[in-house]
């Protein structure tokens, strides 16, 4: 059974550290991963998408990379603002129909 | 513009009651899901569907029911026979066998009194 595990759990860094979150998974073969930003009280937002066989995606201040050997995905956040405060998740997908969702790290980027 | 809207927003239900959460999204996905999150836990799937007239259940489907009578619609109905009811539920939409890319609502917070 495929289980996603993010840590940390929290973080607070201080406006303009880059920084990296991280995201593990227990069985390699996936379809893609995802993360995704979720506000207070919000729905998620999709940040970056990484098909299996891709390595990387970059989308302005961010880069997602994925080592699927070692279950692992990474988030690196450059520059941060408080803007990026939020709880930011990653999902992984088997199957192309079913998405398993880590528990998220919740960030706080304060000026 | 293109999206998908959950409603209400906020739902307060009295133990007994039946309740609906509407999903409509103009995107033109073929699958839609809805999810469940609960504090401190990631989100848990209830039921999806791939195409119009099909459905399965997902991980926790028990006390839910659902329909999919048009592309565009996808409502969830929270039954009595859902034990704990109270969460934040989600629904989110996909262009199936693509890129399995997830769209969310803004969801629906759900509180049973």
């Known amino acids: 059974k495929q289980e996603v595990t993010q840590i940390p759990a929290a973080l607070s860094v201080p406006e303009g550290e880059n920084l990296v979150l991280n995201c593990s998974f227990t069985?390699?073969?996936?379809?893609?991963l995802q993360w995704f930003r979720q506000d207070p009280g919000k729905g998620l937002t999709s940040l970056l998408l990484?098909?299996?066989?891709?390595r990387e995606q970059t989308s302005g201040r961010l880069n997602a990379s994925l080592d699927k050997s070692s279950g692992r995905s990474t988030l690196y956040i450059a520059a941060s603002q408080p803007g990026d405060s939020a709880t930011y998740l990653c999902?992984?997908?088997?199957?192309?129909?079913?998405?398993?969702f880590g528990t998220g790290t919740r960030l706080q980027v304060f000026p | 513009d293109g999206g998908i809207t959950q409603s209400p927003k906020y739902l307060f239900r009295k133990e007994g009651q039946n309740v609906t959460l509407s999903c409509e999204q103009n995107?033109?996905?073929?699958?839609m899901y809805w999810y469940r999150q609960d504090p401190g836990q990631g989100l848990r799937l209830i039921y999806y569907?791939?195409?119009?007239?099909?459905?399965q259940k997902g991980d926790i489907a028990e006390g839910y029911s659902v329909s999919r009578e048009k592309k565009e619609s996808f409502p969830l109905t929270v039954t009595s026979a859902q034990k704990n009811p109270t969460a934040f539920y989600l629904c989110?939409?996909?262009?199936?066998?693509?890129?399995?890319?997830?769209?969310f609502g803004e969801g629906s917070r759900l509180t049973v009194l």
């Open positions: 989110a939409s996909s262009i199936y066998g693509i890129t399995g890319e997830l769209f």
């Open positions: 069985d390699s073969a996936i379809y893609n």
């Open positions: 990484i098909q299996s066989s891709q």
């Open positions: 999902a992984v997908n088997r199957d192309t129909d079913k998405l398993i």
């Open positions: 995107l033109n996905h073929d699958a």
């Open positions: 569907s791939q195409i119009v007239n099909d459905f």
